[in-house]
């Protein structure tokens, strides 16, 4: 729809705000809303009176992948109550572990024959958007320093703490994405935020899906490898530390540099390896490529 703006005194310009919206929302005349810039736009939504959304769900199948997409897509969608009905009780424990272990600020309020009822409680505010990102690209550092402990050692000895660390990053990737949803996070290119929050994730899961892929086997690996794992984990500092100093030149250096890691080198190595070592090689590539992509919104962000 479109409004005309209209002349009033001192100079400001009004414009009337459409009834069936003000209706929906409750909102009489006295009432504050809250307006934001967001580069040549305005976003107009209410003050604090916030009506919460909420939404159901029924689970059929005893599937903790199918359970906790559906959950993860409600949460970052932005609603605050969440009413489950269940078949099983093997159901009901899949979708109490996801709400613990995966939303910042839901818990389980209400749990009675096959229905359960998840609950915005706790939430804290947006502002600590930026904190987060910080701590997701600290979570991924944290795990490749782990990674290539365990390599030079032959074992898989800090998978416990990827699992951990892993169970981290979903928390905070998802509760970023919420905050778009719901208009607390308003930053220019708030588009290639989401893409960012969700390339940092996947790079995380990447090495947690090597732990998986190598069990409880000894690691037996050339030197050449554990070489790669020292420029990948170079190689991802230098995207962050050019991204917060804004230097957009190191930031392409960047990756132009992980791209050449993947394409010219992991690449080649996956050729001539062994068996074993081919696995290893390939979620190195996996995470390399992911970097890569994690360079791409950040790139995105910084340009005027």
Not at 12 to 19: D, I, M, S
Request: hydrophobic residues 35%.
């Amino acid at each position: 729809m479109k409004r005309k703006l209209i002349k009033q005194g001192g100079g400001g310009l009004t414009f009337y705000v459409p009834k069936k919206w003000t209706e929906s929302n409750e909102l009489r005349a006295g009432d504050e809303i809250d307006i934001t810039d967001v580069e040549d736009n305005l976003i107009i939504s209410r003050g604090v009176k916030i009506k919460k959304k909420s939404s159901k769900i029924i689970v059929k199948k005893d599937s903790e992948q199918l359970i906790r997409i559906r959950l993860n897509a409600l949460y970052r969608m932005g609603f605050d109550k969440i009413t489950v009905l269940f078949k099983t009780k093997k159901q009901a424990k899949i979708v109490k572990e996801v709400i613990e272990k995966k939303f910042i600020g839901f818990e389980v309020v209400e749990e009675k024959g096959d229905l359960l009822v998840a609950e915005n409680v706790t939430e804290p505010s947006g502002e600590k958007q930026k904190a987060l990102l910080r701590r997701m690209f600290f979570i991924v550092d944290e795990s490749f320093k782990l990674l290539e402990e365990d390599l030079k050692n032959g074992t898989t000895g800090n998978k416990e703490n990827i699992i951990q660390l892993n169970l981290r990053i979903n928390k905070y990737s998802n509760f970023c994405r919420r905050n778009i949803s719901k208009k607390r996070f308003t930053e220019k290119k708030i588009n290639y935020y989401w893409e960012l929050y969700y390339k940092i994730l996947l790079t995380q899961h990447s090495v947690q899906h090597l732990y998986e892929m190598l069990g409880n086997k000894k690691i037996i690996i050339s030197n050449k490898t554990k070489n790669l794992v020292k420029e990948l984990i170079q190689h991802y500092k230098d995207i962050q530390s050019s991204f917060y100093k804004e230097d957009l030149d190191n930031l392409l250096e960047a990756n132009d540099n992980l791209k050449n890691l993947l394409y010219n080198k992991v690449l080649k190595e996956i050729r001539k390896s062994s068996k074993e070592e081919s696995v290893i090689l390939y979620y190195l590539g996996d995470m390399s490529r992911l970097s890569y992509l994690t360079t791409i919104p950040l790139i995105a962000i910084l340009l005027e």
